[in-house]
């Protein structure tokens, strides 16, 4: 018998692992593809993107509803908890990187053919790109279990707050020279501060996986280097 309610605990354990991996592959491709419909102008993308957020909510009420009934039913051990609960938790930053990801996809359609300075969109698809590295190595060290892997990206999310940063003042720089570009920059503002955001949620996995692995949480706090308030009070000077 309690070889039959370990092996059905188990089970339990890999359908969650199963389907945030699914979650993970889905915010991956919709960063990316989100990205993809604001640089080519792409609204039919963009409105992929939208729809694919439909099954990441789907994903994320299947994973929190499930690992609530997992509890109850097994009344797990504290190892064993760690991992039901960190299943909540990475499925509810996931779900909020697709929300972002959906997020970029309608600014891209806000903005349509307008104007963009080129400097501006590569420096968007770099910071994309930096922050979709972190997004695949924290679920790869979720999978893991790695928690030198997670440590890793927690540490290389002040890169990318530095990189926002940059974009906000060359945002700031474009609209007081041009009223006229005020309000496509304010959608490339938006859509930067969304991919930093998603950095944001990559660090909080990484916190989840050392959790997961140690049951401490991180004792120091994370590296941050958005600057983006000093240089709007610098703007308004």
């Known amino acids: 018998m309690a070889e039959h309610i370990v092996s059905s ?18 915010a991956e491709k919709m960063l990316v593809d989100a990205i993809s419909a604001l640089v080519r102008h792409d609204t039919a993308l963009a409105q992929t993107v939208i729809s694919s957020d439909k099954r990441l909510d789907l994903l994320q009420r299947e994973i929190e ?3 609530i009934l997992t509890i109850a039913r097994r009344q797990p051990l504290a190892v064993d908890l760690r991992e039901t609960i960190s299943a909540i938790r990475v499925s509810g930053d996931v779900e909020r990187i697709g929300d ?19 400097k501006i969109v590569l420096g968007l698809q770099h910071m994309s790109d930096l922050v979709l590295g972190q997004l695949k190595d924290v679920l790869d060290a979720y999978a893991q279990q790695d928690t030198a892997r ?10 990318i707050d530095a990189l926002y940063t940059s974009l906000f003042r060359e945002l700031l720089t474009y609209m007081m020279e041009d009223p006229r570009n005020i ?34 949480t991180l ?11 000093d240089a709007g009070s610098e703007a308004g000077a």
Request: charged content about 25%; aromatic content about 6%.
């Open 100 to 118: 972002l990801a959906k997020n970029i996809a309608k600014r891209a359609l806000a903005i349509g053919s307008d104007f963009q300075p080129q």
């Open 183 to 216: 309000s496509f920059c304010t959608h490339l503002l938006f859509c930067a501060k969304n991919i930093e955001r998603i950095g944001d949620h990559t660090t909080n996995i990484a916190e989840t996986v050392h959790y997961l692995v140690t049951g401490e």
């Open 9 to 26: 605990y188990d089970n339990d354990l890999q359908a969650l692992r199963r389907r945030i991996s699914e979650m993970g592959g889905i």
């Open 65 to 67: 509803e499930n690992a």
């Open 219 to 229: 004792a120091i706090d994370r590296p941050k280097n958005d600057r983006s308030i």
């Open 150 to 159: 997670a440590l890793d990206v927690w540490k290389r999310d002040g890169a």
